[in-house]
């Protein structure tokens, strides 16, 4: 049941990761040219959270967590292959600790923290939003 | 049974996962000729897009974000290998290997493709009256010229 559940939830996390790409292009080259740099990373991390938490949302029925418990476990999942994927692409590049935290200062406009904070949050929201809890 | 089965989904998994990073962050052997498809100042600042398209059909997209904030030595170059398959872009290390590889692609394309007269008048930053086409080899250039900033010595 425990590896089911694993299963499926890294299944979503990769629709997840594919939305969280085309929104990178979307944000590049749709969204800064029409409203600039600082408008266009917070209209992109809004439309990500959105995004992950619409996700969530529509795959809930398919997941099925019996108890509140894997909710958090679902959703902190999602937080940790995220992290993992973010962080091993930087660190093989070489990157230093400092440039790779830049984005979670907030600077610019760059709603990091908040995509990763709904991320964890998102099957527990969804599953409020469903009337589930 | 079924245990060793989703554990060995899992691991399958994890390996694709390996792969499919490393094919999205990889440069591409372009296959010559390759032609320049679309080249684009994306934003005020003076953002930078530009297309290739190589002999095979393959897209390839790079360039740089510029901003009114930052220096353009801090300007994150990227690329994607291939735009129409995985649309990511792949953020190089400033002043890293990737930067690197990606300049001799952008450089080996300005040597075979641009005429010597308007390298000379790009390099010495004569680019008004620019045909379209030109303009398009332009902002090539500035690429080229951003990264080698980094890079020459």
């Known amino acids: ?133 | 049974m079924k245990k060793s089965i989703a554990l060995a989904t899992l691991i399958l998994l994890l390996f694709t996962g390996i792969v499919f990073q490393y094919y999205i962050t990889a440069l591409p052997d372009l296959e010559q000729p390759i032609t320049l498809r679309e080249a684009n100042i994306t934003t005020e600042a003076g953002s930078v897009s530009v297309t290739f398209v190589d002999n095979a059909g393959d897209p390839f997209t790079f360039g740089f974000r510029a901003s009114d904030d930052f220096e353009p030595e801090v300007y994150p170059a990227f690329y994607m290998r291939n735009p129409e398959l995985v649309p990511y872009m792949y953020w190089l290390n400033i002043g890293g290997p990737d930067e690197r590889a990606l300049l001799r692609v952008v450089e080996g394309w300005l040597q075979r493709n641009v005429p010597p007269e308007l390298m000379e008048r790009l390099e010495q930053g004569l680019a008004e009256d620019l045909s379209a086409d030109e303009q398009k080899m332009a902002a090539v250039y500035e690429v080229y010229s951003l990264l080698r900033e980094r890079h020459q010595g």
């Open chain 1, 1 to 133: 049941m425990a590896i089911s559940l694993a299963l499926k939830a890294i299944a979503i996390w990769i629709a997840i990761l594919m939305l969280a790409m085309a929104n990178g292009f979307l944000r590049e080259f749709v969204l800064m040219p029409r409203f600039g740099t600082p408008a266009a990373l917070v209209l992109s991390g809004l439309l990500l959270s959105a995004l992950i938490l619409g996700v969530a949302y529509l795959s809930l029925p398919w997941v099925k967590p019996e108890a509140p418990i894997q909710y958090w476990l679902v959703g902190f999942g999602w937080l940790a292959l995220t992290l993992v994927f973010e962080f091993s692409f930087g660190l093989g590049q070489g990157k230093s600790w400092s440039v790779m935290l830049e984005a979670y200062s907030f600077k610019g406009g760059n709603l990091w923290p908040v995509v990763l904070a709904v991320t964890a949050l998102a099957p527990y929201l969804a599953a409020k939003l469903r009337g589930w809890l």
